[in-house]
Protein backbone atom coordinates (compact mmCIF):
# COMPACT_ATOMS: atom_id res chain seq x y z
CA UNK A 1 0.00 0.00 0.00
CA UNK A 2 1.17 3.49 -1.01
CA UNK A 3 -1.19 5.14 2.02
CA UNK A 4 -1.77 8.99 1.01
CA UNK A 5 -0.01 10.64 -2.07
CA UNK A 6 0.10 13.97 -2.77
CA UNK A 7 1.29 16.10 -5.86
CA UNK A 8 3.26 17.95 -6.58
CA UNK A 9 5.75 18.09 -3.24
CA UNK A 10 6.77 21.69 -4.48
CA UNK A 11 4.92 24.63 -6.11
CA UNK A 12 5.19 28.64 -6.57
CA UNK A 13 2.57 30.05 -8.09
CA UNK A 14 1.93 33.97 -9.01
CA UNK A 15 -0.93 35.77 -7.77
CA UNK A 16 -4.00 34.60 -9.18
CA UNK A 17 -3.48 31.61 -10.98
CA UNK A 18 -5.30 28.64 -10.04
CA UNK A 19 -3.89 25.15 -9.62
CA UNK A 20 -5.04 21.57 -8.26
CA UNK A 21 -3.53 19.61 -5.28
CA UNK A 22 -4.00 16.32 -6.21
CA UNK A 23 -4.41 13.68 -3.05
CA UNK A 24 -5.15 9.63 -3.63
CA UNK A 25 -5.30 7.13 -1.19
CA UNK A 26 -5.45 3.13 -1.93
CA UNK A 27 -6.82 2.06 1.53
CA UNK A 28 -10.53 2.32 1.08
CA UNK A 29 -11.27 4.93 3.04
CA UNK A 30 -14.49 6.99 3.56
CA UNK A 31 -12.87 9.93 5.26
CA UNK A 32 -10.52 11.99 3.83
CA UNK A 33 -9.43 15.69 4.38
CA UNK A 34 -7.47 18.69 3.72
CA UNK A 35 -5.51 21.01 6.36
CA UNK A 36 -2.79 23.38 6.06
CA UNK A 37 -0.41 24.65 8.46
CA UNK A 38 1.00 27.39 9.06
CA UNK A 39 3.66 28.47 11.92
CA UNK A 40 2.31 28.51 15.19
CA UNK A 41 -1.16 28.04 13.95
CA UNK A 42 -0.95 23.77 13.60
CA UNK A 43 -3.08 21.93 11.66
CA UNK A 44 -6.47 24.11 10.38
CA UNK A 45 -9.05 22.18 8.71
CA UNK A 46 -10.20 23.36 5.09
CA UNK A 47 -12.07 20.73 3.21
CA UNK A 48 -13.44 17.22 4.06
CA UNK A 49 -15.39 14.78 2.83
CA UNK A 50 -17.15 11.84 4.44
CA UNK A 51 -17.37 10.18 0.83
CA UNK A 52 -17.85 9.94 -2.70
CA UNK A 53 -20.11 12.49 -3.91
CA UNK A 54 -19.91 14.34 -0.26
CA UNK A 55 -17.84 17.23 0.86
CA UNK A 56 -18.39 19.82 3.50
CA UNK A 57 -16.20 22.59 4.79
CA UNK A 58 -13.75 22.90 7.52
CA UNK A 59 -12.63 26.05 9.47
CA UNK A 60 -10.64 28.07 6.66
CA UNK A 61 -12.31 27.18 3.30
CA UNK A 62 -12.53 30.29 1.61
CA UNK A 63 -10.57 30.46 -1.85
CA UNK A 64 -10.67 26.51 -2.09
CA UNK A 65 -12.84 24.27 -3.46
CA UNK A 66 -12.89 20.41 -3.07
CA UNK A 67 -15.17 17.74 -5.31
CA UNK A 68 -14.55 13.76 -4.68
CA UNK A 69 -15.95 12.07 -7.60
CA UNK A 70 -14.06 8.38 -6.65
CA UNK A 71 -13.46 7.05 -3.09
CA UNK A 72 -9.68 7.00 -3.78
CA UNK A 73 -9.20 10.80 -4.82
CA UNK A 74 -9.45 14.11 -3.12
CA UNK A 75 -8.26 17.07 -5.38
CA UNK A 76 -7.78 20.72 -3.66
CA UNK A 77 -8.52 23.54 -6.29
CA UNK A 78 -7.03 26.89 -5.92
CA UNK A 79 -9.43 29.58 -7.36
CA UNK A 80 -7.28 32.66 -7.40
CA UNK A 81 -3.43 32.09 -5.55
CA UNK A 82 -3.15 34.65 -2.87
CA UNK A 83 0.19 35.31 -0.88
CA UNK A 84 -1.74 34.52 2.22
CA UNK A 85 -2.19 30.71 0.94
CA UNK A 86 1.41 30.27 1.14
CA UNK A 87 1.61 27.20 3.44
CA UNK A 88 1.91 23.23 3.92
CA UNK A 89 -1.36 21.89 2.84
CA UNK A 90 -1.53 17.76 4.05
CA UNK A 91 -4.14 15.56 2.86
CA UNK A 92 -5.78 12.98 5.25
CA UNK A 93 -7.40 9.89 5.07
CA UNK A 94 -9.23 7.94 7.64
CA UNK A 95 -11.66 4.86 8.00
CA UNK A 96 -14.57 6.88 9.33
CA UNK A 97 -15.47 9.98 10.20
CA UNK A 98 -16.76 8.56 13.86
CA UNK A 99 -15.02 9.42 18.00
CA UNK A 100 -13.37 6.30 17.77
CA UNK A 101 -9.96 5.03 17.86
CA UNK A 102 -10.47 4.20 13.99
CA UNK A 103 -10.74 8.09 13.36
CA UNK A 104 -6.74 7.59 12.75
CA UNK A 105 -5.73 9.76 10.29
CA UNK A 106 -3.32 8.80 7.42
CA UNK A 107 -1.57 11.94 6.07
CA UNK A 108 0.06 12.14 2.87
CA UNK A 109 3.59 13.91 3.04
CA UNK A 110 2.62 17.36 2.39
CA UNK A 111 2.91 20.10 -0.53
CA UNK A 112 4.54 23.36 0.12
CA UNK A 113 2.90 25.66 -1.88
CA UNK A 114 4.39 29.38 -2.70
CA UNK A 115 2.47 32.35 -3.66
CA UNK A 116 4.29 35.01 -4.60
CA UNK B 1 -11.50 30.52 23.00
CA UNK B 2 -9.70 27.45 21.14
CA UNK B 3 -10.99 24.00 21.74
CA UNK B 4 -7.47 22.27 21.86
CA UNK B 5 -4.77 24.47 23.42
CA UNK B 6 -1.07 23.72 23.37
CA UNK B 7 2.00 25.86 23.73
CA UNK B 8 4.12 25.83 20.77
CA UNK B 9 7.63 26.18 22.72
CA UNK B 10 10.24 25.58 21.29
CA UNK B 11 10.88 22.94 23.91
CA UNK B 12 15.08 22.29 24.07
CA UNK B 13 16.28 19.69 26.65
CA UNK B 14 19.33 17.70 26.68
CA UNK B 15 19.55 14.02 26.13
CA UNK B 16 18.40 11.75 28.21
CA UNK B 17 15.42 14.40 30.02
CA UNK B 18 12.47 13.75 30.70
CA UNK B 19 9.63 15.86 28.35
CA UNK B 20 6.34 16.83 29.60
CA UNK B 21 4.07 18.13 26.72
CA UNK B 22 0.80 19.18 27.30
CA UNK B 23 -2.57 20.07 25.64
CA UNK B 24 -5.97 21.45 27.60
CA UNK B 25 -9.44 21.43 25.82
CA UNK B 26 -12.26 23.14 26.69
CA UNK B 27 -15.55 20.31 25.60
CA UNK B 28 -16.18 17.96 28.53
CA UNK B 29 -17.62 15.50 25.88
CA UNK B 30 -14.40 14.63 24.48
CA UNK B 31 -13.41 11.13 25.07
CA UNK B 32 -10.93 10.33 23.34
CA UNK B 33 -7.76 11.44 22.66
CA UNK B 34 -4.44 11.46 20.17
CA UNK B 35 -0.96 12.44 20.30
CA UNK B 36 0.67 12.55 16.98
CA UNK B 37 4.59 13.52 15.71
CA UNK B 38 5.30 14.82 12.43
CA UNK B 39 9.27 15.11 11.84
CA UNK B 40 10.71 18.12 9.80
CA UNK B 41 9.44 18.03 6.23
CA UNK B 42 6.77 15.02 6.48
CA UNK B 43 3.18 14.59 7.42
CA UNK B 44 2.17 13.74 10.75
CA UNK B 45 1.41 9.96 12.23
CA UNK B 46 -0.22 8.54 15.08
CA UNK B 47 2.36 8.06 18.09
CA UNK B 48 -0.37 7.04 20.88
CA UNK B 49 -4.12 7.39 21.98
CA UNK B 50 -5.71 6.68 24.87
CA UNK B 51 -9.47 6.85 25.81
CA UNK B 52 -10.92 8.80 28.93
CA UNK B 53 -9.09 9.31 32.34
CA UNK B 54 -5.57 7.40 32.62
CA UNK B 55 -2.25 6.45 31.85
CA UNK B 56 -1.08 4.55 28.93
CA UNK B 57 2.24 3.48 28.40
CA UNK B 58 4.13 2.51 25.25
CA UNK B 59 7.92 2.31 26.05
CA UNK B 60 9.51 5.78 26.59
CA UNK B 61 6.04 7.20 26.08
CA UNK B 62 3.51 7.78 28.43
CA UNK B 63 -0.01 9.47 27.75
CA UNK B 64 -2.20 11.16 30.36
CA UNK B 65 -5.50 12.07 30.46
CA UNK B 66 -6.93 14.20 33.74
CA UNK B 67 -11.14 14.87 32.56
CA UNK B 68 -11.57 16.70 35.59
CA UNK B 69 -9.34 19.68 34.79
CA UNK B 70 -9.39 18.92 30.51
CA UNK B 71 -5.35 18.36 30.26
CA UNK B 72 -3.59 16.13 28.66
CA UNK B 73 0.30 15.12 28.81
CA UNK B 74 2.42 13.05 26.77
CA UNK B 75 5.84 12.26 28.80
CA UNK B 76 8.89 10.91 27.35
CA UNK B 77 11.44 9.13 29.32
CA UNK B 78 14.94 9.27 28.55
CA UNK B 79 14.63 11.57 25.60
CA UNK B 80 16.32 10.68 22.35
CA UNK B 81 17.96 13.23 19.85
CA UNK B 82 15.98 10.99 17.21
CA UNK B 83 12.31 12.20 19.60
CA UNK B 84 13.44 15.58 18.35
CA UNK B 85 9.70 16.58 16.48
CA UNK B 86 6.48 18.71 16.50
CA UNK B 87 4.09 16.66 18.88
CA UNK B 88 0.48 17.61 17.85
CA UNK B 89 -2.22 16.23 20.24
CA UNK B 90 -5.67 15.93 18.08
CA UNK B 91 -9.17 15.34 19.88
CA UNK B 92 -11.99 13.71 17.40
CA UNK B 93 -15.09 15.99 17.81
CA UNK B 94 -18.25 14.39 17.84
CA UNK B 95 -18.62 15.13 14.02
CA UNK B 96 -15.29 13.21 13.46
CA UNK B 97 -13.20 16.22 12.69
CA UNK B 98 -9.79 16.05 14.09
CA UNK B 99 -8.84 19.06 16.26
CA UNK B 100 -5.54 19.99 16.75
CA UNK B 101 -3.31 21.93 19.33
CA UNK B 102 -1.45 23.78 17.78
CA UNK B 103 2.12 21.56 18.13
CA UNK B 104 5.57 21.59 20.25
CA UNK B 105 8.25 21.75 19.02
CA UNK B 106 10.70 19.69 20.63
CA UNK B 107 14.28 19.97 20.36
CA UNK B 108 16.66 17.13 22.30
CA UNK B 109 20.25 17.81 22.14
CA UNK B 110 23.00 15.11 22.18
Redesign the interface.
Known amino acids: NAG ?1 TQTPKFQVLKTGQSMTLQCAQDMNHE ?1 M ?1 W ?1 RQDP ?6 IH ?1 S ?1 GAGITDQ ?1 EVPNGYNVSRSTTEDFPLRLLSAAPSQTSVY ?1 C ?1 SSF ?6 N ?3 F ?4 TRLTVV | QKEVE ?1 D ?1 GPLSVPEGAIVSLNCTYSNSAF ?2 F ?1 WYRQYS ?6 LM ?1 T ?1 SSGNKEDGRFTAQVDKSSKYISLFIRDSQPSDSATY ?1 C ?1 I ?7 I ?4 TTLQVKP
Open positions: VYSYGMGLRLYVGFASGAAALTEAFGQG | QPQYMRKGPELYYLAPSNTGKLFGQG
